[in-house]
Structure formats: structure tokens, C-alpha cells
């Protein structure tokens, strides 16, 4: 009983390590940072904030929301229904709201680590400008082995489901209170966070910060990292979980 239980853990932990290490990579190859960070990043670069502490408060936000929208569609939900449903939603909405709570304290801890791997990984271009590591060619495989690990990472933790990313969590909240797919509302969510990274860029900074080329890749990339590293190691990873039934 107890072997499943501490996988379980071992895969989560690992995954949201993997996750941070993977973002912070990315944003340090120069090429542009992933869109669900790239609002907290360009507000830390423009005014030199922290950009572990802007992330954790772009997160508690994206909770505030997923709070907001889980309220507004157990409302809907209710109405609907007799008066055992509102009952049976009431209590599955305390739940809920639970979850997204405990998605704070995950939000500390992982911009936590956020800082510690910006602190100690460094500017690519600008350390080892006039090697590889500092070149266009060598900087896109530092990018695409960042997307190796963001995807990994995402998948493993997702895969175990305990809480998820305040980034995960917003866009699953906005998909079940529209009725959109998740790939859809994934998809609008990005460009929402890209076009108001823009805006915020060009509107107190006179140019992009941020977006490029990697932004673009991320968006790409990731989504197929998770559907292979899922492919390969999903079914084995769940079993020894104790979560093999979640697969079927």
C-alpha cells in the first residue's frame, strides 16, 4: 500500500522539479519564454522584479479566477437541478474550491524554485557569448531540450493528479465553465497571455520582452513532448502509481 503511494509522490515532485528546471532553461536560452509565463516575466524584466515572486502572484490570480468560475458554474448547475443536486453540488463545490486553495502553497513552492534555477543558471548568449553554448545554433538546443523537460515534467505531474499548476488549472476551469475542449481553450489562453505581453512590451518598454522565436516553439513543442513522453512511459509510471485504472 505504501509503494504506490510514495511513486505517486516520487513522480509529482519530480515533475513540477522537471517543470521548473524546463521553464527557467527556457527563458534563459534568450529565444522567448513560454506564453504562461511570459506576462510575470516581461512585468519582472520592464520594472526589475523578481520574477518568482511575479509568477506566484500571476498565479494566485489565475486561482482567484478558477474560484470564480467553479462558483458561477456550480450556480448554473444548481438551478438546474432539484433540490438533492444543489445539495450534491454544494458539497462537490467545497471540494473544489478546496483544491483550488491548496493550488497557493504549490505556487509558492514551485516559484521557489523558479528563483533558485534563475539564479544559478545564466544568460546564455551573454556568459558564453563567443562559444557554442552562446551562438544561435547552440542556444536553439539548450530551447529544445528545455521543451524536453517542460513537457516531461508536465506530464508526469499531470499524469499522477493530486493538484494541478495554477496554469493547468485556469485553463481546465475556463474549458468545463464554457463547454470548450481543453486543447481549444489551451490554445486561446496562450494567445491571450502572448497578446497581453505585447501590449504591456511595447506600451512601457518600447519593444518586445519576452516573445520570440521560443515562444512559438514552446507552444508547439510541449503538447508533443507530453503526447510521446506519455506514450513511452505512461502505462508503466501509472502502474507502479497504483493508478492503472486511470489509463484505460
Known amino acids: 500500500m505504501k509503494k504506490p503511494f510514495f511513486y505517486r ?9 522537471l517543470l521548473a528546471l524546463g521553464i527557467s532553461l527556457n527563458t534563459k536560452s534568450g529565444l522567448g519564454v513560454s506564453p504562461i509565463i511570459s506576462v510575470s ?3 519582472s524584466s520592464i520594472w526589475n522584479l523578481n520574477f518568482g515572486d511575479m509568477t506566484f502572484i500571476l498565479y494566485s490570480i489565475f486561482v482567484l479566477v478558477e474560484m470564480c468560475l467553479h462558483i458561477v458554474r456550480n450556480k448554473k448547475y444548481s438551478a438546474r437541478g432539484g433540490q438533492v443536486l444543489a445539495h450534491a453540488n454544494r458539497t462537490n463545490l467545497k471540494l473544489v474550491l478546496l483544491m483550488d486553495v491548496l493550488q497557493l502553497p504549490l505556487s509558492l513552492v514551485f516559484t521557489r524554485f523558479l528563483n533558485l534555477f534563475s539564479d544559478r543558471i545564466p544568460e546564455f548568449e551573454t556568459a558564453y557569448a563567443g562559444s557554442f553554448l552562446g551562438s544561435f545554433a547552440g542556444r536553439i538546443l539548450i530551447l529544445l531540450f528545455a521543451i524536453a ?56 518598454a518600447g519593444h518586445l520582452t519576452g516573445i520570440g522565436l521560443g515562444t512559438v516553439i514552446a507552444v508547439i513543442g510541449v503538447g508533443r513532448v507530453i503526447a510521446v513522453f506519455n506514450h513511452l512511459t505512461q502505462e508503466k509510471m501509472l502502474s507502479l502509481a497504483g493508478m492503472a485504472e486511470t489509463c484505460m
Open 9 to 17: 509522490g516520487l513522480y509529482y515532485a519530480a515533475g513540477l522539479l
Open 41 to 43: 516575466y516581461s512585468i
Open 149 to 204: 523537460l517542460t513537457g516531461a515534467g508536465a506530464a508526469m505531474s499531470l499524469n499522477m493528479r493530486v493538484i494541478p499548476n495554477p496554469g493547468d488549472g485556469i485553463v481546465q476551469a475556463i474549458a468545463d465553465c464554457t463547454g470548450w475542449k481543453v486543447g481549444f481553450t489551451k490554445n486561446c489562453f496562450d494567445l491571450l497571455n502572448i497578446s497581453f505581453t505585447i501590449a504591456v512590451s511595447l506600451l512601457f
